[in-house]
Structure formats: structure tokens, C-alpha cells
């Protein structure tokens, strides 16, 4: 006996040396760990150097104090003021990160805009990109992957911005058009984080990464969290929350006509029948491809789609469903035309695999000569077997001019000046594949332009109306008129702000914006402009608005639109056909547009004259059906009703639904008593908020108060409360 009690501690020292060997081991090369799929780093705790300084006078900080730039400002160059650290990955997978920042110096104008940002990179991730919630998706610049984002990007660096003065997890890069950040880890091993100075004064207090599926935003940035320390001093984070109730299948299709490998004659019409399904929701968008192009787009019900006159030739049609709740499914068929040509294109790669596309310039003819003077119009034809063009791009002697998304308007150069010109147009695929083609072409004598001088002039704007100080009556629309210019290239881009947010983007053509039925305050409208090489420019004015004064002359009277059928609250029972029809008017014009959503996604439109749309063998569930009209000078007006479907009425109604800022009020149904637990969701399925309700100590019309501020981007959310063995679904629209 007296051996054994002597051998107990020896033997538990001797594990308890193995075991810091292997944690040491397994450690080896990091100081951080992902822990149940969350990686906390205090920022503090980096090894700095140079100008970057460890305070703590800003209050609300984690920790011991936070991370402040206060050397020169590197707007254009990353890998300055360099910070490294490595983490270990032990569950590989997709992870989001975010930092809580802050502003640090308060610049007199535009504040929230400026010292606000630094530069980031995962250089040995499997992948490393920005992604917003419809799945949009834009790449560090110097990357090889298209699209990049939007300002400054090389090297592999995304530049990382917060528009706030506070305390913020807000972590965005590509500028005006805000992405999520993304790293993808393929194994187990240790990765490197870089971060690099861009601003001064941008403050980095904590940051996190959180495995995307496993675990949620909210509980990686809960801020008690200790560091992940690959030391074991950290105590490890709670294991992930389980699933949402409700895991989703996803829909189905087949293509019932043509069949696949069928010939046709030349000039006859085709037409695409499919049948689709989904066994848990319902098909909210059918969409159509022939060659990997898209033709044609339907919501919930699909209309055979006609390939009218069809050329010979050879053709992939592919058709392609979404459910509500965004999975999706494809079938496709090959067909020939003529007599049996050329036999359909091969299948397409394995995944990992891309076809690269196609173009060729089809107009101006390679050799061909102008007079000086003229317009040269630069034509193109570009395809991709196995997926879409996404980017065109024209190129004047190496200098860029004209960039189009995936539908090409053709580039005309005007009052083309004596010369030899080489002329490329190149493509991006929706893999970042790119194919080019180049002609050449003289003007007058043939002799080459002078060399560019390699500088970029900005671009110029101004506001044209409304006049800087102006006032206005409350409910008056104000057009918001700009004129922009490029002495060395053109304007691609126009963004109007509304005391400082985003309120309208257009390209190259810039439609006038209105702000209709304006309420009671100061405004201050800013246009800012982007040229073909990225440049900016902007135009700010000040107006306010209450004085009482009459609206301006020639201002428009919106249109007004009411939802007929079905009633707002009104049940449904499973499989009924739901006509939703609409009343509408404009007293100084007419209605050109009626568009009718449900669940905020397009399912309807019509022109002047409306026919009412059917919701046919609608499945159990919460909807909320929007009509919008426009009238003839672009201003529209909306009404929102909420149906419930199936449960015999047993539903909770969330209003106001769209909601843009404040409450949202969801009345409960009576089954609720007690205590009951409820889960926000977004439409990709991350988790945004959780909590318990405690029906006892509502009011009693039984209102839960939910803040749509935890809901950050426009989209749709859905509220799911589980009480007892009922769970209740109520989609709310973020406007």
C-alpha cells in the first residue's frame, strides 16, 4: 500500500509533464488557438513596434488598454508599421473576422470618415475575401481574384474601415459598398495575421474570428471572453449554441422540356418547361440560362420561357431555383440547332475546375482607318461556358476607359485625334478567369498620339440643385440635380449621401435623386463621383427644411397606393390561392410601375395597367406581401400588409414590417404563457440575436420590443420563437 500511494503523485507528474510537452508541442509557432471555433486576441497583448503605441485614455476598452497609430499615415503603401502574430486553427473551416475599433482622432470635418482605418491580410489562408450578405464576394487587390474591392487594395491587402466614433465591431473593407471580412482555413495548422498602418489614430482594441456555421457572431464579440492564449491560460469559450430549430432541405428541378441531347430545326421556338419543388418552404426565384447567360428571371411562379427564331448552333440551357430561405438547386439540358450540328459543349469541369471565357471585338476591324474626328464605336461579343461574364473592360493603349458589369454597353471613343491605336476589351468570368482581345487601328496620317503623361486628373462635380442654404416646406420632394466631368477619362460612378449615408448609387448615367415627402430638419447633401481610374471627387450643400414656405415650383406630388386583398392579420389555410390585389393613384401624373414582394423578394411586375398576382398553393407560414408603385416622374410610395398561413391562426405579427430604424413590436399569440425563448436570424442563417421572453411581465397586448439595430444590413431577418413543443416564424424586412 505505501508503494502505490507513493507511486500515485509521481505518475500524475510525469502526465502532467507530457502533457505540457504536447500542448508546447502542438503550440509550437503560435502564440493564439482557436478554441470550439473562436479566436480572441487582446490587442495588447501584439508584439508592435515603431509608431504604433498601447494606451488606455479612451474609456470602454477590453482588457489592459488598446492598440493607437500615431505615425505617418500610409494610404497607398501597406506593410508599414508592420504587426504579426499566428494562430492555430484546429477546426478548419470558413471563419469571419472582426475587430472592435474605434476613432481616435477627431478630424473638424467629416469625422466619422477619417483616421478610421488600417490595412489587414491573411497571407497563408486558404482563402482571404470580403463577403456581403447576399454572397457577394470582392478580393484583395494583387490577389489574381476578381472582382477586387472597391479604393486602395495590392499586395494581398484589404484596407479595413469603421464609420463610427464609439466602441464598434463594425470591421468593413471595399469603400461605399461595405463587405464582411472572410478567411477560409482548408487543414489544421497555424496561420499568420498581418495588420499594418494606414491611418493614424485608428484604435484596435480586441479582435476575433468565429467559425461561420459552428458558433455566432454574437458569441465570439461578447466582450467578458478571455483570450485564446495557445498556452492554456485562456479559459476556452463556450461550446457553439446548438442549430436554429429547423434544419432546411434544399428545393429541386428538372428541366421537362426540351429533352437533353434534342435537335431542332433552325428558326424554330423553344420552350423551357420545368418542374420545381421544395419539401420544407416554398421556390421564391426560377431563373434561366442558355449558354451561361441569364434570360429570363421568375419569382414563385415561373412561366415557360420561349427561345423565339433560334439560331444553329449549340446550346446549354440551365435552369436554376431558390427557396425561402436561400439554397438553390440547377438542372441542365444540351440541345443542337441545325440539322445536327456541332455537338453540345463537354460538361463542365470537376469542382476546383474553370473554363476560361471568350470574347473577340467585333467591331472596329483590325487594320481599319478613321478620319480624324470621328466616333469609333468598340463592339464586343464574350461568352463562358460554365458560368458569366461579370466584368467587361475597355483598354485604349494600355490605359483603362470604360468598365461594365455583366451586361456590355459598347464604348464609343469621340473625336478620336490622329494616331495608331491598339484597342483591347477584356472579360472576367464569375470565377476570375479572363480572356482578351486586341485590334488595331490607324487615324488620319497613322502616326501615334502623344505618350500619356502617366498622371491621373481627378474627375469635378457639382451640385446643381438644389441651391446651398435653400429651405423647404415639410413634405416637399427635393431633386438632387449633379453635373460631373473627367477632363482625362470618364465618370463611372455616382453616389448621393444624406447626411452621411448612402442613398442612392448610379454608373456612368446619373438619374436625378428625389427625397420625397422630406420631414422637419437640417440636410447635408453630398454627391461624390469615381472616374475610370478610381479617383473621386465631391460636392456637399446644406439645405433645411420647416420654415413653411411653399415647395418649389414643378416639385411632384407622390403617388398613392393601398393593398386591397389580402387584410392585414388575415390567416390563410395551407394551399390556398392568395390574390393580392392594389389601388393606386397619382394626382399630378400617372403610374408607370406596380411591384409586388414577398418576404422582401420580387415576385411581380407590371407596368401602367395591374393584374392582380396569385399566390398559389401557399405553404404554413408568416408573409409580408409589399406593393410599390412609381409614377412618371420616378417617385414611388408602398403599403405592406402581414398574412399568416396555416396553425389556425396560432402566429405572431411583427410590425412596423419593413422597419428602417427604432422597434419592431411582435404580437404574440395567446398560446404563449410564460417563459419563451427567442432566436434572429439572418437569411444566410447566422445568428444576430437571442434572448427569453417572459410573457408575464408583457403589457397586455402582449408586445415584445425587439431593436432592429442588432439587424446591420438590408435584408431579410427571421424572428423564430420556440414556447413549449410550438415554434413560430416571423420574417421581418430590414429597410
Same mark, same amino acid.
Given at each position: ?18 502533457? !505540457? ?44 488598454? &488598446? ?26 473551416g470558413k471563419y469571419r473576422f472582426a475587430w472592435r475599433n474605434s476613432i481616435g482622432i477627431i478630424a473638424p470635418s467629416n469625422p466619422s470618415t477619417e483616421h478610421n482605418d488600417s490595412w489587414l491580410k491573411f497571407p497563408n489562408a486558404s482563402k482571404f475575401y470580403g463577403e456581403k450578405s447576399n454572397g457577394s464576394r470582392v478580393y484583395p487587390g494583387g490577389s ?27 470591421? #468593413? ?39 461561420? %456555421?459552428?458558433?455566432?457572431? %454574437? ?95 449549340? #446550346? ?41 471565357? *471568350? ?84 487615324? %488620319? ?14 474627375? *469635378? ?48 448615367? #446619373? ?73 393606386? !393613384? ?41 406593393? *410599390? ?25 411583427? #410590425? ?21 425563448? &427567442? ?35 438590408? %435584408?431579410?431577418? &427571421? ?11 416571423v420574417p421581418i424586412i430590414k429597410q
Open positions: 500500500m505505501k508503494l502505490k500511494t507513493t507511486l500515485l503523485p509521481l505518475l500524475a507528474f510525469i502526465l502532467s509533464i507530457t502533457f !505540457s510537452h504536447q500542448l508546447a508541442a502542438q503550440c509550437s509557432g503560435a502564440q493564439f488557438e482557436e478554441k470550439n471555433g473562436i479566436v480572441i486576441i487582446e490587442g495588447e497583448s501584439l508584439s508592435t513596434n515603431s509608431s504604433w503605441r498601447k494606451e488606455s485614455s479612451k474609456s470602454g476598452y477590453t482588457g489592459t488598454g &488598446y492598440l493607437i497609430w500615431r505615425g505617418t499615415q500610409y494610404f497607398g503603401a501597406p506593410g508599414n508599421g508592420l504587426i504579426q502574430t499566428t494562430v492555430r486553427i484546429n477546426n478548419p489574381g481574384q476578381f472582382p477586387t474591392a472597391e479604393g486602395n487594395t495590392s499586395g494581398g491587402w484589404f484596407k479595413v474601415y469603421v464609420n463610427n466614433l464609439n466602441w464598434t465591431w463594425d470591421t #468593413y473593407t471595399s469603400d461605399f459598398d461595405g463587405h464582411f471580412i472572410y478567411a477560409e482555413f482548408n487543414s489544421p495548422g497555424v496561420y499568420t495575421i498581418q495588420i499594418s498602418a494606414r491611418s493614424s489614430g485608428h484604435i484596435i482594441d480586441r479582435m476575433i474570428l468565429h467559425r461561420v %456555421g459552428s458558433t455566432s457572431f %454574437g458569441a465570439a464579440t461578447n466582450t467578458s471572453l478571455a483570450q485564446t492564449f495557445c498556452d492554456g491560460s485562456g479559459t476556452p469559450p463556450p461550446p457553439p449554441p446548438p442549430p436554429p430549430p429547423g434544419e432546411n432541405d434544399p428545393p429541386t428541378v428538372n428541366i421537362t422540356n426540351p429533352s437533353n441531347g434534342a435537335s431542332f430545326s433552325v428558326g424554330s421556338n423553344v420552350t423551357v418547361n420545368l418542374n420545381s419543388n421544395d419539401p420544407d418552404g416554398s421556390v421564391t426565384k426560377h431563373e434561366i440560362f442558355v449558354n451561361g447567360t441569364r434570360v429570363d428571371t421568375d419569382g414563385t411562379s415561373y412561366s415557360p420561357y420561349v427561345i423565339q427564331n433560334i439560331a444553329q448552333g449549340s #446550346y446549354a440551357i440551365r435552369a436554376k431555383v431558390t427557396d425561402n430561405s436561400g439554397a438553390s438547386a440547377e438542372s441542365t439540358v444540351n440541345i443542337t440547332v441545325g440539322g445536327g450540328g456541332t455537338p453540345p459543349p463537354p460538361p463542365p469541369p470537376p469542382p476546383g475546375g474553370n473554363n476560361d471565357p *471568350t470574347v473577340s471585338i467585333t467591331s472596329p476591324s483590325n487594320g481599319q482607318n478613321f478620319n480624324v474626328g470621328s466616333t469609333v464605336t468598340v463592339g464586343a461579343s464574350a461568352s463562358d461556358s460554365d458560368g458569366s461574364i461579370v466584368k467587361y473592360q475597355v483598354y485604349v493603349n494600355n490605359s483603362l476607359k470604360d468598365t461594365d458589369g455583366s451586361n456590355y454597353t459598347p464604348h464609343k471613343i469621340t473625336n478620336i485625334a490622329a494616331g495608331s491605336y491598339a484597342i483591347r476589351v477584356t472579360v472576367t468570368d464569375n470565377d476570375g478567369a479572363t480572356a482578351s482581345s486586341t485590334v488595331n487601328i490607324t487615324v %488620319g496620317s497613322g502616326n501615334p498620339p502623344p505618350p500619356p503623361s502617366g498622371d491621373n486628373n481627378p474627375p *469635378t462635380v457639382t451640385i446643381t440643385s438644389p441651391n446651398n442654404g435653400q429651405n423647404f416646406s415639410v413634405g416637399s420632394t427635393v431633386t438632387v440635380g449633379a453635373s460631373a466631368s473627367d477632363s482625362d477619362g470618364t465618370i463611372t460612378k455616382h453616389q448621393v449621401y444624406v447626411n452621411d449615408i448612402l442613398v442612392d448609387t448610379d454608373p456612368a448615367n #446619373y438619374t436625378p435623386h428625389k427625397i420625397t415627402n422630406i420631414a422637419a430638419g437640417s440636410y447635408a447633401i453630398r454627391v461624390t463621383v469615381t472616374d475610370n481610374d478610381g479617383a473621386t471627387a465631391s460636392s456637399t450643400v446644406n439645405i433645411t427644411v420647416g420654415s413653411g414656405n411653399p415647395p418649389p415650383s414643378g416639385g411632384n406630388e407622390n403617388p398613392t397606393v393601398t393593398i386591397t386583398s389580402p387584410n392585414n392579420g388575415q390567416n390563410f389555410s395551407a394551399g390556398s390561392t392568395v390574390t393580392v390585389g392594389v389601388s393606386a !393613384s397619382d394626382s399630378d401624373g400617372t403610374i408607370t410601375k406596380h411591384q409586388i414582394y414577398v418576404n422582401d423578394i420580387l415576385v411581380d411586375t407590371d407596368p401602367a395597367s395591374f393584374t392582380p398576382h396569385k399566390i398559389t398553393n401557399i405553404t404554413t407560414g408568416s408573409y409580408a406581401i409589399r406593393a *410599390t408603385v412609381t409614377d412618371n416622374d420616378g417617385a414611388t410610395a408602398s403599403a405592406t400588409v402581414n398574412i399568416t398561413v396555416g396553425s389556425g391562426g396560432k402566429s405572431a405579427i411583427a #410590425y412596423p414590417n419593413p422597419v428602417t430604424q427604432g422597434n419592431v413590436n411582435v404580437k404574440l399569440p395567446e398560446e404563449i404563457n410564460g417563459a419563451a425563448e &427567442y432566436i434572429i436570424i439572418s437569411a444566410s442563417g447566422t445568428e444576430v440575436k437571442r434572448g427569453v421572453i417572459n410573457t408575464d411581465s408583457l403589457s397586455n397586448d402582449r408586445l415584445l420590443q425587439i431593436n432592429s439595430a442588432s439587424m446591420k444590413n438590408d %435584408g431579410v431577418y &427571421y424572428l423564430v420563437i420556440q414556447a413549449n413543443y410550438d415554434v413560430y416564424t
